[in-house]
């Protein structure tokens, strides 16, 4: 015969064991539900990854129906590096557009060097004339008319690829000059294995062929992109070094692309005959 104090004790022990049983169910769930997450976040990281191989990425937008788009790591956005970078001269961006690419006016046969007087230094840059006659006349034609100038490089990438992207008035990434020009040198001997290597200049696009504009993008760490992009100039050492005092303050969003958390403003834009 089972006493009442037994058969309290017994009930309370069965009640115990529900519970564990309950605690174990929901453990069990909540590692299965983490690791849905998890392996939901790896494919988003994965497609990122992906994105940045595509033409996708290095954008270069007219159409403003159209979304546009290191060694040293990115900080969090919360622990936002010091700006290494002085403040912007005094001047406004030009609004300026064209309805058609300029005539040629470059001797295709003669040396152009290109000059980036920013906020965080000068970047030198050797244009490759011959190889890329459409892209430096263009480059030539802008900068003489000031288009450059006061205009913000709105994008930093630090993580997939390394670029520094400048060039668009708005610096929303969806500017240009009105005009495109035709895709050249893509088959430059420097682009091996898909990749851009540091030191080079190019133009982005909208992922379509002959989109070129006025956006272009510094490489400053070897980068993987297929060979669709105009390269068309090699960054001088000095201005290297530019890119990676940039490049060490990070980007906006911690996420490795978004706007550089350097002040990088092109003051002056200038392209000369050597």
Known sequence: MVSQEQRRRQLAREKFLRQQQRRTSARRKARTRNAAIASVLGVILIGSVALYTTGVVLKDDDDKTNANAEVTPS???????????????????????????????????????????????????????????????????????????????????????????????????????????????LKDKSLKKNTYPAGTIAMANTGQPNSGGSQFFLVYQDSPLPPS??????????????????????????????APNATVVIDKATVTES
């Open 229 to 258: 992009y105009t390269p068309f100039g090699t960054i001088s050492e000095d201005g290297m070094a530019v890119l990676k005092k940039i490049a060490a303050a990070g980007e906006s969003t911690g996420a490795g692309d978004g």
């Open 75 to 185: 900080p969090s956005a919360s622990e936002k590096a010091e700006d290494p970078c002085d403040k912007p001269a005094k001047g406004k961006v030009k609004t300026q557009t064209w309805k058609k690419e300029p005539a040629m006016t470059i001797d295709k046969s003669a040396k152009y060097a290109m000059k980036l007087s920013t906020t965080c230094g000068d970047i030198g840059i050797d244009l490759k004339t011959s190889a890329a006659p459409h892209t430096v006349n263009s480059f030539n034609f802008l900068a003489g008319k000031g288009f450059f100038d006061h205009t913000p490089c709105h994008r930093l990438t630090t993580n997939g690829i390394f670029v520094l992207q400048c060039g668009d008035p708005t610096g929303q990434g969806n500017g240009g000059p009105g005009y495109n020009i035709p895709d050249e040198n």
